[in-house]
């Protein structure tokens, strides 16, 4: 048998039996009636919103952005979002209940002012709706590289120069710079982003063909490279001076003889000290092979000489000292001949020369004999030879014939002596008549 349910109530009042149901089944309810309120159990309903705060944009980009907030309670997540307060767009819905949001935005114009609000409904469906916030996205991306120009080289030496060039917007600088096309050298990277840019090159070789190009990045390193360009150190080189030489034409001139590693002029100071005193007139011909011609000069003397050669750049050389004697070319002077201690067979030829000189005499008899002395190979000033095998009581002439140590040949004037007659012995008259 089913139990009827029975409802008692408290408090009651009154009582009665409460009879219901089909003709096949009835069922009774007895119940207690009361004039107080009955006491159950009560519930309430979530009707408040929740409420966001710490709104903000992060990682704006040119195309895209970052926008986060936080709730009071767990919500979704969404964003409304546009170029003006009308939005448009929204973020797909993320369902999750959370305190913490964050949503990206993405596919946006850059340089370009956005508006957005957030949007966080908790589970009992309360939505929270943000005030307006905007952000701005960044502009493009620069892909673009400096336009170099006005490259050109200036304040050129023999070992440095500078580079200059121009760009249309700010940017570093730098350059590649070598004896060919490969440069193989590079400026420090100046890193100052600047549109009028100088480059310093040292330690250049001189009279050298370079090869530069300028280089320049943009802030965004997007770099630019000129195309090859060139400049030429100056030669600051003198000349290389070698192979000096005098060749003695005269007693009284010479010829200065000497090379030089580049085409040069030609001139040389000379004279008895090494302070010279004269020079050569100059020879502005530009040649390495080098002579001139001194003239003028004493003989027999010693002099000091350099050479001096300037070339095309106008860099001078000048050599050291050197030094050469001109040539004796006058012969002796021959003086006081006597010719002295004649003996029937022999007579001393006898004089003087004013310089060292050999010696010998040549002698005649007669106008077809004549004889020649041995010669004296030692160089005096005061000379004496004795000629003999003479015949006695005979006039000779002779002359006689000096020559100094360079070769000259001094010959004296004729001159004669007489050797002393033979000695007639006469033997004594004998008286044989006492």
């Known amino acids: 048998m089913t139990k009827n349910p029975i409802f008692k109530f408290t408090s009651a009042v009154m009582a009665g039996l409460l009879l219901f149901g089909s003709p096949n089944s009835a069922y009774a309810v007895f119940a207690e009636y009361s004039t107080a309120t009955s006491t159950q159990p009560t519930t309430s309903i979530d009707t408040t919103p929740p409420t966001t705060s710490a709104v903000a944009s992060s990682s704006v980009t040119s195309t895209g952005a970052t926008v986060a907030w936080n709730t009071n309670e767990a919500s979704t997540t969404q964003v409304d979002w546009g170029t003006t307060t009308s939005y448009g767009s929204s973020t797909t819905l993320n369902t999750t209940l959370v305190t913490s949001h964050s949503q990206a935005l993405s596919n946006l114009t850059a340089n370009t002012l956005y508006h957005y609000r957030v949007k966080s409904k908790d589970a009992a469906g309360n939505l929270g709706v943000s005030g307006d916030f905007t952000f701005n996205t960044l502009p493009p991306p620069d892909t673009t590289p400096p336009t170099i120009s006005a490259t050109a080289s200036s304040n050129v030496t023999g070992t440095n120069a500078m580079i200059a060039w121009m760009t249309n917007e700010k940017s570093n600088s730098s350059v590649n710079y070598g004896t060919t096309t490969s440069y193989?050298?590079?400026?420090?990277?100046?890193?100052?982003?600047?549109?009028?840019?100088?480059?310093?090159?040292?330690?250049?070789?001189?009279?050298?063909?370079?090869?530069?190009?300028?280089?320049?990045?943009?802030?965004?390193?997007?770099?630019?490279?000129?195309?090859?360009?060139?400049?030429?150190?100056?030669?600051?080189?003198?000349?290389?001076?070698?192979?000096?030489?005098?060749?003695?034409?005269?007693?009284?001139?010479?010829?200065?003889?000497?090379?030089?590693?580049?085409?040069?002029?030609?001139?040389?100071?000379?004279?008895?000290?090494?302070?010279?005193?004269?020079?050569?007139?100059?020879?502005?011909?530009?040649?390495?092979?080098?002579n001139q011609e001194l003239s003028g000069l004493t003989e027999s003397t010693t002099y000091h000489y350099r050479v001096r050669s300037r070339d095309q750049a106008g860099n001078l050389s000048i050599s050291g000292d050197f030094t050469f004697t001109t040539l004796d070319i006058t012969a002796p002077v021959i003086s006081e001949v006597t010719a002295t201690d004649m003996t029937t067979t022999s007579a001393a030829i006898n004089w003087t020369t004013n310089e060292a000189s050999n010696d010998r005499v040549e002698y005649c008899e007669g106008e077809n004999t004549c004889k020649t002395s041995a010669q004296d190979t030692t160089p005096l000033e005061n000379h004496s030879i004795t000629i003999t095998d003479l015949t006695a009581g005979t006039t000779y002439k002779y002359r006689i014939i000096s020559m100094d140590q360079a070769g000259n040949i001094s010959t004296s004037t004729d001159m004669t002596f007489t050797t002393i007659p033979p000695v007639t012995i006469v033997s004594p008259a004998i008286d044989m008549t006492t």
């Open 184 to 290: 193989g050298s590079t400026t420090p990277l100046d890193p100052n982003l600047v549109l009028n840019h100088n480059a310093a090159l040292n330690n250049l070789a001189s009279q050298t063909l370079y090869h530069y190009q300028v280089k320049s990045c943009d802030a965004a390193n997007n770099c630019q490279v000129s195309g090859d360009l060139t400049f030429t150190t100056l030669d600051i080189a003198p000349p290389v001076i070698f192979a000096e030489a005098a060749s003695l034409g005269t007693g009284t001139g010479a010829m200065i003889t000497w090379m030089t590693n580049e085409a040069s002029d030609t001139q040389v100071d000379y004279g008895t000290e090494t302070t010279y005193g004269s020079t050569a007139t100059l020879n502005t011909a530009l040649v390495t092979s080098h």
